[in-house]
C-alpha cells in the first residue's frame, strides 16, 4: 500500500523514527497500527512499518511525501485515508491511497525528487506565517540568483553543499532544475515579497538544499557574485559556502514516479503559504 502524507515539521525532529517518539514517521506508524487494529507490543510481526520517499529533517515541512508498506490487513483505500486521519496529530494528514504492486518501491521507484523554499523578504520578522517561511531582512535580486543557480544544474559534485552527518554513498548528484519567482513590492522603508525557489533532481544530500539556499541569499543581498558559486561549487567543500539557512521555509514537494504506477500527482504549491 502506498500513502501521500503532508505534515508541518515544525513540531518534529524530522521524518526518520527516534527514539523520543517526536517524529513524522512515528506519529505515523501509530495511527496506522492502531486503525489496521494490530497490537505492535504482542504481535511484532504483522506490525505496519514504513518506508519513505526522501527523508526530511527536523522542522522542514512535507508537501507530499510518498510512503509504502506491506501488510495483510484489507482495508479500502479511502478508509486507510479517512481511518489513519483519525488517529494523527492535526499536522500531519494521509491525502490518499493507493494499492501498488509488491515490485513499487517508494524510493527506489521515484525518478525525480521536488523540494521548494519558501522565504519572507521584509525588515520585520515573519509572524502570522511564522515557522512556515524563512527570512531574509535585506534585499534580494533575482537575476544575480538565477545566474548563480544556472552553475549548479547537471551532475556535480556536490560535497560544497553537504552536512558533516551526511550519509548518502555518493556526494554526486544531478540537479534538473532550479525556478526562482518572487511576489509582492519593495518599499525604501516598509514592504514585503514572498520568494519562491524550487529544485528539481535525482536526489538530494543532507542539508544540500538549505546550503544552496545559504549561498542564493549571499548572491541575492550583492554579498557574492554569481560566479562565486561556480567557486565553491568547485572547491568540494563546506568551509567555503554560506552557513547553512534555516529549514522553516522548506518544503518535500513530494518524488515523480513513472505513469505505470498510477499514483495520484503532486498537487500544486501553495505560493507565499497565503
Known amino acids: 500500500m502506498a500513502l501521500g502524507v503532508s505534515y508541518l515539521g515544525t513540531a518534529y525532529h524530522g ?67 479517512r481511518g489513519t486521519n483519525t488517529y494523527l496529530p492535526k499536522d500531519i494528514a494521509v491525502q490518499w491511497a493507493k494499492q501498488v ?26 509572524s502570522l506565517d511564522a515557522r512556515r517561511v524563512g527570512w531574509a531582512h535585506r534585499s534580494l535580486e533575482l537575476e544575480p540568483m538565477r ?16 552536512a558533516s552527518q551526511c550519509q548518502a554513498l555518493s556526494p554526486i548528484k544531478n540537479l534538473l532544475s532550479i525556478e526562482i519567482a518572487c511576489r509582492g513590492e519593495r518599499h525604501a522603508n516598509h ?6 525557489f524550487e529544485f528539481e533532481g535525482n536526489a538530494f544530500l543532507h542539508h544540500m538544499i538549505r546550503n544552496i ?7 541575492g543581498q550583492g554579498a557574492e557574485p554569481p ?17 547553512t539557512f ?20 503532486t498537487p500544486l504549491f501553495a505560493y507565499g503559504l497565503i
Open 246 to 265: 534555516s529549514p522553516d521555509g522548506l518544503y518535500f514537494l513530494g518524488p515523480t514516479y513513472d505513469a505505470k504506477w498510477e499514483l495520484p500527482t
Open 191 to 196: 514592504g514585503q515579497r514572498y520568494w519562491r
Open 101 to 126: 504492486p509488491r515490485e513499487f518501491h517508494c524510493r527506489a521507484s521515484a525518478l525525480t525528487r521536488r523540494y521548494a523554499y519558501a522565504l519572507l523578504e521584509s525588515q520585520v520578522r515573519p
Open 15 to 81: 521524518w526518520q523514527s527516534q527514539a523520543d517518539g517526536q517524529t513524522v514517521q512515528d506519529k505515523l506508524e501509530i495511527a496506522l497500527n492502531l486503525f489496521a487494529d494490530t497490537t505492535p507490543l504482542l504481535t511484532p510481526e504483522r506490525r505496519i512499518g514504513t518506508l519513505c520517499a526522501g527523508r526530511t529533517d527536523s522542522g522542514v515541512h512535507g508537501h507530499m511525501q510518498v510512503i509504502h508498506f506491506d501488510t495483510d490487513v484489507v482495508r479500502d483505500e479511502s478508509s486507510w485515508v
Open 227 to 243: 560566479e562565486w558559486m561556480e567557486t565553491v561549487l568547485d572547491a568540494k567543500s563546506r568551509k567555503v559556502a554560506a552557513p
Open 147 to 162: 545566474l548563480a543557480a544556472n552553475y549548479l544544474l547537471g551532475e556535480h559534485d556536490f560535497s560544497s553543499f553537504r
Open 213 to 219: 539556499m545559504g549561498c542564493l541569499i549571499t548572491v
